[in-house]
């Protein structure tokens, strides 16, 4: 009953992105579904692109393994990156003719400045959806008793996620994003529930956690451990603020007000609901202490699936695999669409600038089958890597490049395009040198590299041509 549950689910979810693609015809829809989404699905299609495999698997394992203060980089960075978005860029970017946030790169600073945050913004989206399907790989395989390996898994959640999203683009995203809200939320709660009444009641579970020091959201008071914390929390933070997949909810809206909203609301909803297999997953402390430190030992990411599957009721079961599968899907499906919108209208464009609509269309449909192969190679290479520093690496590309000179372009009107390009040059340089050397031990590379692009983009702006009055006049 429960693999029949789930093949169904998932051709329900094919036959609705295919459903909501017939309303696509031209690029406008596809990329940002016509700017027309009202506020309840740009909260939805906002929570659910955030309520991912790490959101159910990554982060319960940080929390076991750490407690409270290995969390600050998701959910505490990824919940204040969409508020942060809802407070100081949404209303300024929905007021611009924008298709993709790399358009406004090209507007701003020109063309080379474009081409740079695009390739970065396409590379950081590889980590991000091998998690995903890396997960659903594992799921499919745990689903059926491991009759098929998590490999094939890995196949099959390609072919699903790809089906829809090729053929809807945003249209399907948001409609199958507000569908996997529901699910996510009602079956999250209800396991909940039924969880924490199994072990003797919410108290009892907050008791155990406060016990073993779980609880303790802030680091040790050293400069080392304060210096890595903050680097941690500012890689979704800030990394996810210049990203294509924020972007097209933010435009997707029918008004800037819905988007600020929208953005706001689907943050501290998924901060909200992210505490729930944090929660959960304590709980296996008195459901199955003889286990707990033999499966943290091996692989903390099989405790919460483990719990579920061999504690709980069938239907209990049930409800955990449709809320992971619609997180995984609804994740998936938007980082596969924002790469693949980018690369079309920010890199190809630029050595075809005449190609029609139509093309483009095409184009973007053809590019979201290439990414995604790409992306399952990828997951391939990478595989024995966590779900959550999966996700974590794909941020500090986009936090070292494009982040300050989105910030600097909106709110300092002396930024220019010479110090955009030293402010990419110097932050991921700085970047790189901490990565590949020891200095990475001492100080936290994301947290170099974005101090390196500040200086870049005060330093070159300062020391060049200041912009033109017309440009200023657009900032402001």
């Known amino acids: 009953m429960l693999i029949f549950f789930v093949v169904v689910y998932l051709l329900a979810s094919i036959a609705l992105g295919l459903w909501f693609a017939r309303g696509v015809s031209n690029t406008s829809d596809y990329a940002v579904a016509g700017r027309s989404l009202p506020l309840s699905i740009i909260i939805a299609t906002t929570f659910a692109t955030w309520f991912g495999s790490e959101t159910v698997i990554g982060i319960p394992a940080k929390f076991i393994e750490g407690g409270m203060r290995d969390t600050a980089e998701d959910p505490w960075g990824a919940a204040l990156c969409l508020i942060l978005v809802g407070m100081f860029f949404a209303r300024k970017l929905y007021g611009m003719t924008l298709l993709t946030i790399n358009d406004y790169y090209r507007q701003r600073y020109g063309m080379a400045v474009e081409v740079f945050c695009s390739l970065a913004s396409i590379l950081s989206y590889l980590g991000w959806v091998a998690a995903q399907i890396t997960a659903l790989g594992l799921v499919f395989s745990h689903l059926l008793e491991d009759s098929i390996t998590p490999l094939t898994g890995t196949y099959i959640a390609t072919v699903v996620v790809l089906f829809y999203t090729m053929y809807g683009g945003m249209f399907s995203v948001a409609i199958t994003d507000f569908i996997q ?65 924020i972007f097209q909810r933010v435009m997707s809206a029918k008004s800037a007000d819905i988007a600020a909203k929208g953005a706001m609301i689907g943050g501290a909803a998924y901060l909200l609901f992210a505490f729930i297999p944090m929660y959960v997953v304590t709980t296996g402390y008195l459901l199955m202490p003889s286990e707990m430190e033999a499966l943290i030992a091996d692989d903390a990411q099989k405790v919460l699936p483990t719990l579920i599957t061999m504690h709980m009721h069938p239907g209990v079961k049930a409800m955990f695999f449709g809320a992971l599968l619609a997180a995984i899907m609804s994740t998936a499906s938007a ?142």
């Not at 924490?196 to 050293?222: H, I």
């Not at 947290?447 to 200023?472: D, R």
Request: glycine share 6%; aromatic share 8%; charged share 10%.
């Open 335 to 476: 980082t596969i669409l924002a790469p693949s919108t980018v690369f079309v209208q920010n890199l190809l464009r630029n050595f075809v600038p005449s190609m029609s609509d139509r093309m483009e269309l095409l184009l973007m449909r053809i590019t979201v089958v290439v990414f995604t192969l790409l992306v399952l190679v990828y997951s391939l290479v990478m595989e024995g890597a966590s779900v959550y520093d999966l996700v974590s690496s794909a941020y500090q590309v986009p936090l070292v490049s494009a982040f300050v000179p989105l910030v600097a372009g909106l709110y300092w009107p002396r930024a220019n395009n010479s110090g955009a390009i030293l402010s990419i040059v110097l932050g991921i340089s700085v970047w790189s040198l901490f990565c590949w050397t020891p200095l990475g031990e001492a100080f936290p590379q994301q947290l170099a590299g974005l101090i390196a692009a500040v200086v870049g983009m005060v330093a070159g702006s300062i020391l060049t041509t200041k912009p033109t009055h017309e440009l200023a006049e657009s900032i402001s």
């Open 181 to 245: 809200m529901i699910v996510i939320v009602i079956c999250l709660t209800a396991i909940a529930i039924i969880a924490g009444n199994m072990a003797g009641g919410p108290a009892r579970v907050l008791e155990v956690a406060q016990q073993r020091e779980m609880l303790n959201l802030f680091p040790p008071l050293d400069a080392k451990s304060i210096l890595f914390y903050i680097g941690s929390a500012i890689t979704l933070m800030l990394g996810s603020i210049p990203q294509q997949d």
